[in-house]
């Protein structure tokens, strides 16, 4: 199985700050990867698709890159809705796998 | 408007069985591979099966492979996961999600999620 590594687990950070969380893969995944995000208490919510395509309804201060083994979801102008947790997910083969999550928090 | 709709959880004792439904609405759900992916409590996301379009093709974790039943009723639009032999391990939010386009486990909708508790 590909295993798949986020970092940091948890981060803090103001109302207005940028910030990045970063997924590793333990093998080459093209593309394939999705980035979710999961408020307490509610199911998961698509971000990303395809390293860097945005899921239809979700802001633009949302953004991911990378392709391969490393990469990552950046996201600018923190509002309080946006203090959560966020899982990346490769799909490149079966089974697919989950990071283990970064937990935003404010600061 | 895209809806999923979990039912059938529940406490259930070890050895036990459980079935789980997703009521699917909104979009033309022949046309969708569908998955099952499930959270223990304070944990991460976990995949657990997945069905094709029609049925005929179902794939499993190895954690529920010969326990875990993955089947679909594309004329009531719903979606099952029959859980046979049911451990204390299983407990969790299962969630079902609609496949993006079948190229891969790429998950674009989600349920809200069924509470599965086994315990004695």
């Known amino acids: 199985d590909i295993q798949m590594t986020q970092s940091p687990s948890s981060l803090s950070a103001s109302v207005g700050d940028r910030v990045t969380i970063t997924c590793r893969a333990s093998?080459?995944?093209?593309?394939?990867l999705a980035w979710f995000q999961q408020r307490p208490g509610k199911a998961p919510k698509s971000l990303i698709y395809?390293?860097?395509s945005l899921q239809s309804g979700v802001p633009s201060k949302f953004s991911g890159s990378g392709s391969g083994t490393d990469f990552t979801l950046t996201i600018s102008s923190l509002q309080p809705e946006d203090f959560a947790t966020y899982y990346c997910?490769?799909?490149?083969?079966?089974?697919?796998?989950f990071g283990q999550g970064t937990k935003l928090e404010i600061k | 408007e895209v809806q999923l709709v979990e039912s059938g959880g529940g406490l259930v004792q070890p050895g036990g069985s459980l079935r789980l439904s997703c009521a699917a609405s909104g979009f033309t759900f022949r046309g969708f591979w569908m998955h099952w992916v499930r959270q223990a409590p304070g944990r991460g996301l976990v995949w657990v099966s997945g069905?094709?379009?029609?049925?005929?093709?179902?794939t499993y974790a190895d954690s529920v492979k010969g326990r875990f039943t993955i089947s679909r009723d594309n004329a009531k639009n719903t979606l099952y996961l029959q859980m046979d032999s049911l451990r204390a391990e299983d407990t969790a939010v299962y969630y079902c999600?609609?496949?993006?386009?079948?190229?891969?486990?790429?998950?674009?909708?989600w349920g809200q999620g069924a509470l599965v508790t086994v315990s004695s």
């Open positions: 395809a390293a860097s």
């Open positions: 997910q490769q799909y490149n083969s079966y089974p697919p796998t």
């Open positions: 999600a609609r496949d993006r386009d079948g190229y891969g486990p790429n998950f674009d909708y």
């Open positions: 093998q080459g995944i093209n593309n394939y």
């Open positions: 069905i094709d379009n029609d049925g005929g093709s179902t």
